[in-house]
Each structure stands twice: as C-alpha cells, then as structure tokens.
C-alpha cells in the first residue's frame, strides 16, 4: 500500500523546536522530490519546503527561510522538517506531500501549534 505517515507535530511555545517526520510506505522517497505543506487556519494550503530526488536540492518558502531545514533519510526512507525559532504564525497543520508514477500522494497532516 502506497502512504505518508507524518508524525511529531504537537504544542511548542515560541522560539521552540520541533522535528516532523514523513514516512514512506510502497514507494522510495529518494527516487522523487517531497514537500511539507501547511495550511493555516482560515487560509490556504501552501508550500514550505521542497527536497528533490536524488540530488537533494532544497527549497524553502520566504517566511520560513533560515528557520527551517528539510532533509532525507534514504535508508529510513523519511523525510523530515527541522522546525526552529518557531514562531505563533507557524501554527498549522503540516502536510508531506510526493509522487510516485504521475500519482500525488498526501499524508493524514500532523498538527502544530505555537503559543504560550
């Protein structure tokens, strides 16, 4: 069976850390890019990091620039979310996001929330 399984979200006051992780099953995360996506309450769904396949490149939103590092464990086939210096306007649920043979495949979305 084909699946994201995202985990580690939770309850972080602001400048704290959390890691999120984004599990593979049925197919090889290295051999495709992967995102993490968010959405905020009352907004839309956007993008926030991108590793691609193979190589590795990453990309990052502006807002999260500096804060957060997106990387890949081959032999776990994981990706993760380093999340940093978080900040209140982080809170969201955090999505992962890849393709596999022209199909999209989201995971359930883990929960963040930054606040005092």
């Known amino acids: 069976q084909v699946q994201l399984v995202e985990s580690g979200g939770g309850l972080v006051q602001p400048g704290g850390s959390l890691r999120l992780s984004c599990v593979a099953s049925?197919?090889?995360?290295?051999?495709?890019?992967t995102s993490w996506y968010r959405q905020r309450p009352g907004k839309a769904r956007e993008l926030v990091a991108t590793?691609?396949?193979?190589?590795?490149?990453?990309n990052y939103a502006d807002s999260v620039k500096g804060r957060f590092t997106i990387s890949r464990d081959n032999a776990e086939n994981t990706v993760y979310l380093q999340m940093n210096l978080l900040k209140p306007d982080d809170t969201a649920v955090y999505y992962c996001?890849?393709?596999?043979?022209?199909?999209?495949?989201w995971g359930q979305g883990t929960q963040v929330t930054v606040s005092s």
């Open positions: 590793i691609t396949s193979y190589g590795g490149s990453t």
């Open positions: 049925g197919f090889t995360l290295s051999s495709t890019g």
């Open positions: 996001f890849a393709t596999n043979w022209g199909y999209n495949y």
